[in-house]
C-alpha cells in the first residue's frame, strides 16, 4: 500500500487515499463491491463487467494467473488503430446556430485565448510563467474546465474541444458567466482535436488530465474510435508528470469495461486510486459535475463513474 502525494484538491481526503493498481485489486476479488452497482443501460450491470464474475459474497470471483490471462482471446479494444493513428476526428463538429453574443465570444475572445496553433505548448508560453498543468480533453460545455480554474487559479488550465457549440459555452464560462463571475485568466482553449494539442506538450508537464464522458462507440466495430485505448493512454503517460494524476469518468457500461481492460494493461504506467469497492461510485471532491454527467444522472437516471490514476514514477 502506498501512501499518495496529492496535489492540493481537497488534500484532507486525497491524503487517506490509497493506491492500488487495479491488478491487485481485482485480481484480489476486491471487484465484488462493485457488484453494488446496477446500471439502467439496456439491462447492464457492473457485476459482470470485467468478466470476472459475480459478488464474492455469493459466487467467490475467480483468482487468475498472468499466464492464464496472456492466453485469453484478444478483446475487441486490441483491436488494430486507435485516435493516435487514425488520425481523425468524429462526431459533430457544429450544431445549433450560435447566438449573437456567443458568436462575439467565438469572434474577439477565443482568438485571444486560442492554443497557438504550433509549437510547443507550455505553461510558460501559454500564461506567460511556470505553473501546475491541467488538460481536459473534449470539455463540452466547459462546466468542469471552469469551475476547477475557478478553484485552482494559480494553476493553467488547457482545453480542447471540436464542437463549436461546447467552446462557445465555455468562453461564457470564461468571460465570467454574463458577469455572475470574475473573468477566467488561466484558461486556454483549443477549438480541434485534443491528440492535437497533447503531442505538442512535452513529457511530464502536465498535472493534471481529465476525460469526462467521453464519446462511448459503444459499438464494437467502432471501439478503435474511442479515446480510452492504447495509444493515447500512452501519450498519457507520457505527458502526465510523475505524480500527476488522470481522472477518467462514465456513465456507459461498456465504454466502463473497456476502459478498464486498457488500464490494465496500462500498470506499469498508472496507479488507480481507490480505497475500497464503491469508490469509484463517489464523486471525488475537487470534481466538479459536468454537463453530460448531470443530464446523465437527472434525466436518464444512470449512475456515473468516477475513475482516478495516478502517473507512477
Ligand atoms: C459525451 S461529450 C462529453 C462532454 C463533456 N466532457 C461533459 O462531460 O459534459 C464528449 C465530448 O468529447 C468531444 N470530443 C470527441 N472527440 C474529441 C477529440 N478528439 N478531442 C477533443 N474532444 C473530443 C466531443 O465533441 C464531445 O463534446
Known sequence: MVLTVCPAVNRRRISHSVSVSAASWLDAGAVTGMGAAHHSHAGASIPN??????????????????????KRQPMTAHKSGDPTTLNRLYGRSKGKPLRAGQQTLVDDLLPQIAVPPEGEVTAERLFGHACPLHFE??????????????????HGFVGAEPFVNGVAQALVHVSGDHGVHP???????????A?????????????????????????ARHAKRRMMNDGPVDLFAAKLRP???????????????????????????????????????????????????????????????????????
Not at 470485467?50 to 498472468?66: E, W
Not at 473573468?183 to 480541434?192: F, K, T, Y
Not at 511530464?204 to 459499438?219: E, I, N, R, V
Open 137 to 154: 480533453i473534449g470539455f463540452g460545455g466547459g462546466e468542469h474546465m471552469a469551475a476547477r480554474a475557478d478553484m485552482l487559479p494559480d
Open 243 to 313: 505524480g500527476g494524476e488522470f481522472r477518467f469518468g462514465t456513465d456507459h457500461p461498456v465504454y466502463v469495461r473497456h476502459a478498464l481492460m486498457v488500464m490494465r494493461r496500462h500498470r506499469h504506467q498508472f496507479d488507480w486510486l481507490i480505497e475500497k469497492p464503491g469508490d469509484f461510485q463517489v464523486r471525488p471532491g475537487g470534481w466538479p459535475e459536468t454537463r453530460y454527467e448531470h443530464k446523465a444522472r437527472t434525466v436518464y437516471g444512470h449512475e456515473v463513474w468516477y475513475f482516478r490514476y495516478r502517473r507512477r514514477a
Open 195 to 219: 491528440l492535437d494539442v497533447l503531442q505538442r506538450i512535452p513529457d511530464g508537464a502536465l498535472s493534471f488530465l481529465y476525460l469526462l464522458h467521453p464519446d462511448p462507440w459503444p459499438k
Open 183 to 193: 473573468q477566467l485568466g488561466n484558461v486556454r482553449i483549443h477549438h480541434g482535436d
Open 49 to 70: 463487467f470485467l468478466g470476472y464474475g459475480c459478488p464474492a459474497v455469493r459466487h467467490p470471483v475467480r483468482l487468475t494467473t498472468p499466464e492464464a490471462a496472456a
